[in-house]
């Protein structure tokens, strides 16, 4: 066998083993293996319920923050009602992503 046919050859069975490299890995997956959806999405979930918890009141503080930046041009009054408003919607916010995840 020559150079080239050797080359050949070896490119046939790699491209071969690529292109069954799919089939290979599935099968060797149990296809009745017990999936627990509620341990996946509680394993996903609790992790951001947490922080929710954890850091509700910093959340509070930066959405008033840019609400005091996003207010426009004014005394000290203004820019304190800009920060009320920022926190009362960020305050909406977090109160629906918390009831939207049960926490």
Do not use: E, H, W
């Amino acid at each position: 066998m020559n150079k080239n046919n050797l080359k050949k050859v070896t490119y046939g069975v790699s491209k071969a083993l690529i292109a069954a490299s799919p089939i290979i890995a599935l099968s060797a997956l149990d296809a009745n293996a017990a999936f627990d959806i509620d341990a996946g999405m509680k394993a996903a979930t609790d992790p951001l319920k947490n922080m929710i918890n954890t850091y509700y009141p910093v959340g509070l503080f930066v959405s008033g923050v840019a609400g005091a930046f996003l207010q426009p041009q004014g005394d000290l009054k203004d820019r304190t009602i800009g920060f009320g408003k920022g926190a009362a919607m960020g305050g909406v916010v977090m109160a629906g992503v918390k009831a939207g995840l049960g926490v």
